[in-house]
């Protein structure tokens, strides 16, 4: 009978297939004293079929398999455990209900199951995680089946646990269901066997096994509780390769067995060992477990341990390992889950959580993750009962200068640490004027010829954008008068002075764009300006000769600023050096450096005072008129007037000796329109009273 079952099982025809395995399954039931003996000679048939094409003959041979074994030969199960695991793969719901049916039923029925309860039970347990339900379900009620026999079997070694099963001393998931203690016993006694072969599939080649495993991993793990503690460098090694993986499914899965460690693993054993990973190398996958496991943590448990999580995210080596988005988003959760489970406690590490927040704003352009920092160091604040973030930066914001001011001699383009300073002023907003005497000493530093060049860019476009907004930055407390000429005299100019190379050509315009920026901000006075004078013009005015368009226009912005700030307090020396340097942007390539040279020599009109002898100085004002007329002859009409306007200003200096120029030059003009109108001005009552 047995070999004639050996021939059909693998007939070629489909229907002779399922026949022959009912009649298999019927045989070994009818004759259960001898088919023992000779049902390990239908396996290998039953195996060689199981892959079939048809789906009815896969579920026929998956059936009859079960029962073969059921009666017959209980050490056939290893031979056919690895064929029934790939049906679990089945596109077929029918086939993978029947190997949930068969696996369930040896579990209940198969006489030396104890044997094979570490083989089976993962097989069983994976249909708990089943697409559909009714597997899911059909897994589930099998499962608990087989947990309350073997309670009720071992009944007598479970008497103490039975008493107090309904205790828990754990943070348990909301709104999960504990398994019964049959069902978690059994996964106890048989966990150390198991995990080594999920730890193994979860890292697989094939992606849909790493997902059965990711699935199989959590389920093992909520059964499991307490004493997932003993294997804990093993299940760590494991999610540290898993939260890698580039199926989202797998890493999800990943971190929800994380977060399961976390509810049931006392934190002063996780955090041990995961800490100490990321000390030794962190990765995006160690803050991804690390992050996980704090959520599935109490605030409770972790009170004693935040100064340590604290510390450990705020190592240079764990903020500051990598520019990556995702790294930093990692990052970047774990901060925000913190805040989230601890809340109120984070007060005693918001001083690390706020380092760590910074670099990641010193190290991304990203912008979205930008505003999610942003939205964090809020929370962070909030935690702290601020109304915003500038009370976190008020309260930290001299420590926050001195952590980064401890390596400033040391900073070059790729160090960190000027980022993080830069982010810090930046972010700080109207904290800064409260902070002036630590800020500047780390500025003047950065500022020094010798430092690194990329540096100091970086650094002059900041401080180019607090001077723009200085009444809600640097001068927010009124203080930063006093700083005025140190800034000046230590920072602008030793960067204004020139050398050689394309950088430092760019280092000039930064410094000639901060100086506007200074001057644009309305915060030097009169006497500072002249004080200053001497050090800043001659600087100014060598900036006028730049290639640079950008430098040469600022320049001359600049110098009409600085005029405008002396009025009338300058000597006629010092007037009389200024105005040739003008005289020569005009005939600049740009026309926006010929206006503002332009605009800078009507200001300069309006700066000489009584003490310029017009009679001594005949020759200069002579020249000046005569540079400032070739101009009126201009061929665009927009630069005319400019120069009309000039003229107009400059005419009360000598409206004589102006007329007189005028008249020698306007037969030359192309049309003699701007000249009359100025002549017209001068003899004006007003013009000439002024």
């Excluded at 079960?66 to 793969?89: E, M, P």
């Excluded at 995006?284 to 995210?313: D, E, K, N």
């Excluded at 008020?394 to 300073?421: G, P």
């Amino acid at each position: 009978m047995v070999k004639i079952l050996q021939r059909t099982i693998v007939d070629p025809f489909p229907d002779v297939k399922k026949k022959s395995c009912e009649c298999a399954a019927k045989y070994a039931k009818l004759t259960p004293e001898t088919f023992h003996m000779q049902s390990e000679s239908l396996i290998k048939p039953l195996m060689q079929t199981i892959s079939h094409q048809h789906s009815k003959v896969r579920v026929a041979v998956v059936r009859a398999t079960g029962t073969v074994i059921q009666y017959g030969n209980g050490k056939s199960v290893d031979d056919v455990l690895s064929h029934l695991a790939q049906r679990l793969f089945d596109d077929a719901p029918l086939v993978r209900q029947a190997v949930t049916e068969v696996v369930g039923s040896w579990l209940l029925d198969l006489r030396d199951r104890y044997s094979f309860f570490h083989k089976l039970i993962p097989l069983l347990l994976s249909s708990c995680s089943d697409e559909i339900a009714q597997i899911r379900e059909l897994a589930s009620d099998y499962w608990r089946k087989v947990g309350l026999q073997w309670q009720q079997e071992n009944e007598e070694d479970l008497k103490d646990k039975l008493d107090w099963s309904a205790e828990l001393s754990v943070h348990y998931p909301v709104g999960a269901e504990r398994p019964g203690l049959g069902c978690r016993e059994l996964m106890f006694r048989n966990l150390f066997k198991i995990l080594p072969a999920v730890s193994r599939d979860i890292t697989d080649w094939v992606p849909a096994t790493r997902v059965k495993a990711s699935d199989l991993l959590i389920i093992l793990l909520f059964h499991a509780e307490d004493h997932i503690t003993q294997h804990m460098e093993l299940l760590l090694s494991t999610l540290y390769r898993s939260c890698s993986d580039e199926e989202k499914t797998v890493v999800q899965n990943s971190v929800k067995a994380a977060e399961l460690i976390g509810t049931f693993v006392e934190p002063e054993v996780s955090l041990k060992l995961i800490l100490t990973a990321i000390e030794k190398s962190a990765c995006t996958a160690h803050l991804m477990v690390l992050g996980a496991v704090i959520r599935g943590s109490s605030a409770q448990a972790l009170h004693p341990h935040l100064v340590t999580i604290g510390a450990a995210l705020a190592l240079p080596d764990t903020c500051e390992v990598s520019a990556k988005v995702e790294y930093l988003e990692q990052l970047l959760l774990c901060v925000q889950i913190l805040i989230t489970v601890c809340g109120r406690q984070c007060s005693e590490i918001n001083l690390p959580l706020l380092k760590v927040l910074v670099t990641i704003l010193s190290m991304t352009s990203d912008r979205e993750l930008e505003n999610k920092v942003e939205k964090t160091v809020a929370s962070l604040a909030a935690a702290e009962d601020f109304e915003n973030s500038l009370g976190l930066y008020r309260l930290h914001i001299r420590q926050l200068i001195e952590w980064v001011a401890n390596t400033q001699h040391e900073w070059t383009k790729y160090s960190v640490q000027h980022l993080q300073f830069e982010t810090i002023i930046t972010q700080s907003g109207p904290v800064l004027g409260d902070s002036l005497d630590v800020v500047f000493p780390v500025l003047i530093n950065c500022f020094q010829p010798s430092k690194d060049p990329e540096v100091r860019l970086k650094l002059f476009t900041v401080l180019s954008k607090l001077l723009l907004n200085a009444n809600e930055t640097l001068n927010s407390q009124g203080r930063f008068s006093s700083y005025l000429e140190t800034l000046v005299r230590d920072i602008l100019v030793p960067n204004l002075l020139w050398h050689a190379g394309r950088t430092a050509a760019a280092i000039r315009t930064t410094a000639v764009s901060c100086l506007w920026a200074l001057l644009h901000s309305k915060m030097i006075t009169p006497e500072q300006a002249l004080g200053l004078y001497e050090d800043l013009m001659p600087k100014v005015i060598a900036a006028l000769d730049e290639d640079s368009k950008m430098t040469r226009l600022l320049a001359c912005r600049a110098i009409g600023a600085i005029l405008k700030i002396c009025g009338n307090q300058l000597d006629p020396d010092q007037l009389n050096k200024l105005y040739p340097e003008l005289l020569k942007r005009l005939d600049d390539s740009l026309d926006d450096v010929r206006i503002a040279a332009g605009r800078a020599l009507s200001i300069w009109f309006q700066c000489v005072g009584n003490d310029y002898d017009r009679l001594h100085y005949k020759s200069h004002i002579e020249f000046l008129y005569r540079g400032l007329l070739v101009h009126l002859d201009d061929p665009e009409s927009g630069i005319q007037k400019v120069f009309l306007d000039v003229l107009k200003v400059g005419s009360s200096l000598s409206p004589a000796l102006l007329t007189q120029e005028i008249e020698a030059v306007k037969h030359k003009h192309r049309s003699p329109y701007y000249c009359e109108q100025l002549l017209r001005h001068i003899q004006e009552p007003s013009g000439v009273a002024s």
